[in-house]
């Protein structure tokens, strides 16, 4: 898709996870042809934010000047969460109508998220605690075609302290999100107070909780299935009876 496009798009926070997706995309771009654009969304939330976009675009600039193909393009919001609606749910949708866009105008059908096994883990434990069914287990998908847009993870297997790795080795300079610490938001919350515990006493969750959305996802796909078959038999029948 890339290819065929000529541009891909990575959504960037500025954080850890997403500067080094940021970074291994426009280096592997920069013999291929492709063009890369940083989406930046600019939340509003946090009193650092300014100085967030500020670095992300310096660090765009800098690599722009050793001659890889990057530009940077962002959008801050302007509104607020609705009464009762949480301040996750509402970044979260209005980030990604936010990201849809802006890549719609750069060009690319394809955007990369920076999502890693930790990330899956957590979900399918939030999904959990909140009594989800298999949909909600199956948590979030390595791929999925949403408005025109193919949605990407491509690191959704690979464990956090890779990517902690990969940062050091490349000395990349990431920001500090102190929502990623704030006890008031579920994931923070599960990511603080307990997840140290349940690796310590479960060596290995992470991947064994991954593995559950796996499952989830592979039971949901067959239920399609199932009920796309249902479908075609129930039409055909039709079509006999209105003969």
Do not use: K
Request: proline share 5%; charged share 25%.
């Amino acid at each position: 898709m890339a290819d065929r496009a000529g541009v891909v798009a990575v959504a960037a926070s500025g954080g850890r996870d997403s500067t080094a997706l940021l970074h291994a995309t426009v280096h592997a771009a920069a013999g291929l042809g492709v063009r890369v654009v940083a989406l930046h969304v600019h939340h509003g939330l946090q009193p650092q934010a300014d100085d967030w976009l500020t670095r992300l675009a310096a660090q765009c600039r800098r690599w722009r000047r050793q001659g890889w193909p990057v530009e940077l393009r962002s959008r801050r919001l302007s509104g607020r969460p609705s009464r009762g609606e949480s301040v996750e749910a509402w970044a979260r949708r209005e980030r990604y109508a936010a990201l849809t866009t802006m890549a719609r105008d750069a060009g690319a059908e394809l955007v990369l998220l920076a999502h890693h096994q930790q990330d899956q883990a957590e979900t399918v434990l939030l999904q959990s605690l909140r009594g989800a069914g298999p949909r909600g287990l199956a948590a979030m998908p390595r791929q999925v075609c949403r408005e025109g847009l193919f949605w990407v993870r491509p690191w959704l297997d690979q464990p956090s302290r890779a990517i902690e790795h990969y940062v050091r080795r490349h000395r990349l300079r990431p920001v500090q999100d102190p929502s990623n610490v704030d006890p008031r938001f579920d994931r923070s919350r599960l990511r603080q107070q307990v997840w140290p515990a349940l690796e310590a006493a479960f060596p290995g969750a992470a991947d064994r909780l991954a593995a559950v959305a796996r499952h989830a996802q592979r039971t949901m796909q067959a239920l399609q299935s199932a009920v796309d078959r249902s479908e075609e038999h129930t039409s055909e029948l039709q079509s006999r009876v209105d003969i």
